[in-house]
């Protein structure tokens, strides 16, 4: 079975600053999708930065980036230049590849405060 | 243009009086999930509906129930709400059930028990 764990509930740092999130996981699968999430207080939950386990090449969004290491398996999530609305809980997750009967397996989160 | 919407968010029942929950989409999204999500903790999928498949998790308890009567609609009925279902309840849409696909979700239904 799959698991996720992020090993930080909660985070503060100063707007402007960069801040790493950490995850890790553990699975005997090889082809697979990790991805973090996004819940900011009372909105929904969105997708902010998805990895494919077989791309070596670290996924960037902005800036938002993920720093992932498939043989320790660790997918840790770098906020740049953070931002006020940057304070939600953030969600790391896995999925099997291409696999219609598997589901999203979330870990517990993190919840992120950007402070002013 | 709101894509997943939830409604009431803020849903207060008795001990044991039936509730149902509301989410509907303009995505057009053959898939359908509804997630428990309790204080703290990761999202729980309770089952997902691939257009009229309907998919239950082994642990979702027999008091949940589902229901998706058209493309866009689908409910979360709980028949005898406990003091242990107080949670947010997320519904999420996606086009396929691949990893491919982004899950969209709604903004959740909190639901207190009394």
């Known amino acids: 079975a799959q698991t996720v764990t992020q090993s930080q509930p909660e985070m503060s740092v100063q707007e402007a600053e960069t801040v790493t999130l950490s995850c890790t996981y553990d699975?005997?699968?090889?082809?697979?999708?990790l991805f973090w999430y996004k819940q900011p207080p009372s909105r929904q939950m969105i997708l902010v930065i998805r990895?494919?386990?077989?791309?070596?090449q670290n996924a960037t969004e902005n800036r938002f980036s993920v720093n992932f290491q498939k043989a320790a398996k660790s997918f840790s999530l770098k906020i740049s230049d953070s931002q006020l609305g940057d304070t939600a809980m953030y969600f790391c997750?896995?999925?099997?590849?291409?696999?219609?009967?598997?589901?999203?397996?979330f870990g517990k989160g993190t919840r992120l405060h950007i402070l002013p | 243009d709101a894509m997943v919407i939830q409604n009431p968010r803020y849903q207060v029942t008795q001990f044991g009086k039936p509730v149902t929950l509301s989410c509907s989409q303009t995505l057009n999204h053959n898939v359908m999930y509804w997630y428990q999500q309790k204080s703290s903790q990761a999202p729980k999928l309770l089952f997902h509906y691939y257009d009229k498949d309907f998919n239950n998790e082994a642990d979702t308890p027999d008091n949940f129930q589902s229901r998706r009567p058209n493309t866009s609609f689908c409910f979360l009925d709980i028949r005898s709400p406990g003091l242990g279902d107080a949670a947010m309840y997320l519904c999420a849409t996606s086009g396929t059930l691949t990893s491919t696909d982004t899950q969209y979700f709604g903004p959740g239904t909190r639901l207190t028990v009394l």
């Open positions: 990895q494919e386990a077989y791309k070596q």
């Open positions: 699975t005997s699968e090889s082809n697979y999708y």
């Open positions: 997750a896995f999925m099997k590849y291409e696999n219609r009967d598997d589901k999203i397996i």
